[in-house]
């Protein structure tokens, strides 16, 4: 059944806390990708915890519940919205299903939004986030007035931090994710694929599996599309083989005359993606670099936190992956090269922990003390055979001081014994670190 957004005036969102679908909450609350919904509608939705999502989305006028249960589902809904990780028990989605109410995934949203628009998905396991907002920034820098939707917050042009923003033009920039083969849902007309890594081996198995999802995503661009990639990475040369759109090399993009602001070897790769975007869009070279200058990151992006009371720096970044965590610490180390640095680590999921504990190992070779948390379990059950102590172990296994921390107070009370005044305490993960850096100052 096809459901009309445009028409939806009572929507429930199972999980509206997420950062990419609450991102479709604020457009249906605030403006959307076109004018029939530029209407304040009647949102409402529920999340497990508060967060500064929720926070954000009932000051916009959503009715947010921290439960989930049946009757949270209005009378008069007419259209459930849904993250993929909710189970088919949830009893919300089990009400609406009783009771007829039509439902659609976030996937299956974005989709939607996406259908008649000259979409510009930026795929990958590491890079997308930022990528997409690098490529939203050039297209609003250029007049081209975009919708977006990332999966961090960003600041539009009032300042407002948001991951949604609802413009009137053609263009629709979207962070497309690979889990469950979401991303297949959108309707791209250029795709960006920053690289391919094994992730989300909990669904995709091997890398093999990661790979021919890509490749699945990739072979939805028509022959007169555009996939901006690394074409001499071995994965990507596999998952965009015998493709009939164009296919443009962004590291073959040599260009010197920016500067950017926001770290790291990786951060400049994500900057040539993004610049062979606006290439290809035919956006002024001028025009492009200039907003790379001015673009200052995402949230929990390395982003600047505060300071501790001894004065120590602290950083939050949403790293979880080793290959995601080696390249934070390398950026954070070229930037501050005689400073310590602590770390703070969440490691997120069982299934990830489990799959890569070898490089999780190896992969904090750039800071000078580890301290490690309990495994964010997110959508797992505990399957008793993997732990936060066994990353302490390995971490040890290459001679760097690594502790374990049962809690965030934990946690907070060693990060600051082990740092002084200048040193950075780096918080990392993908669940609930952000909170360990609040704390810390």
Wanted: with cysteine.
């Amino acid at each position: 059944m096809k459901i009309n957004l445009g028409k939806t005036k009572r929507p429930f969102f199972i999980g509206i806390g997420g950062i990419g679908i609450s991102a479709i909450a604020r457009m249906f609350l605030l403006e959307g990708p076109s004018t029939e919904l530029r209407v304040k509608k009647k949102v409402s939705g529920s999340d497990m915890a508060e967060s500064e999502v929720t926070v954000e989305l009932r000051k916009l006028g959503a009715l947010v519940f921290l439960n989930q249960r049946a009757e949270n589902v209005p009378a008069d809904c007419d259209l459930v919205i849904y993250t993929i990780a909710v189970p088919p028990d949830n009893p919300e989605f089990a009400e609406a299903k009783r009771r007829g109410i039509p439902m659609m995934s976030y996937p299956e949203a974005l989709g939607e939004i996406s259908r008649g628009k000259f979409t510009i998905a930026v795929s990958g396991t590491h890079g997308k986030t930022t990528t997409t907002a690098m490529i939203a920034k050039i297209l609003i820098d250029a007049k081209l007035d975009p919708t977006v939707v990332v999966g961090s917050l960003i600041k539009d042009e009032t300042g407002r931090r948001t991951n949604f923003i609802g413009g009137n033009s053609k263009y629709f920039v979207v962070e497309a994710c690979e889990y469950k083969r979401s991303f297949l849902n959108i309707n791209p007309k250029v795709v960006v694929i920053t690289n391919i890594d094994a992730d989300h081996l909990d669904y995709y198995k091997d890398i093999d599996g990661v790979i021919k999802g890509f490749s699945e995503f990739a072979a939805k661009v028509s022959k007169s599309g555009y996939i901006v990639t690394n074409i001499k990475d071995k994965s990507i040369k596999l998952a965009i083989k015998n493709l009939t759109c164009k296919i443009v090399d962004y590291k073959m993009l040599q260009v010197t005359s920016y500067k950017l602001q926001v770290l790291g070897q990786h951060n400049i790769l994500n900057a040539q993606a993004a610049l062979a975007v606006a290439e290809i869009l035919g956006i002024d070279a001028t025009i492009a670099q200039s907003a790379l200058s001015g673009f200052r990151g995402t949230w929990r992006r390395f982003e600047f936190c505060g300071k501790t009371e001894n004065g120590a720096l602290v950083y939050d970044d949403y790293g979880h992956h080793p290959t995601e965590i080696l390249a934070t610490l390398a950026g954070a180390r070229e930037l501050f090269p005689k400073q310590k640095i602590v770390v703070v680590f969440q490691p997120h999921l069982y299934s990830r922990t489990k799959d890569h504990l070898t490089a999780f190992g190896k992969c904090f070779k750039d800071a000078d003390e580890v301290i490690i948390l309990p495994i964010y379990p997110a959508r797992e059950k505990d399957p008793g055979d993997i732990n936060s102590e066994m990353i302490v172990t390995e971490i040890k296994k290459k001679g760097q001081p690594a502790f374990f921390a049962s809690n965030f107070a934990d946690a907070v009370t060693r990060a600051k014994s082990l740092s002084k005044s200048g040193d950075l305490i780096i918080t990392l993960g993908a669940g609930e670190t952000n909170k360990v850096a609040a704390l810390l100052v």
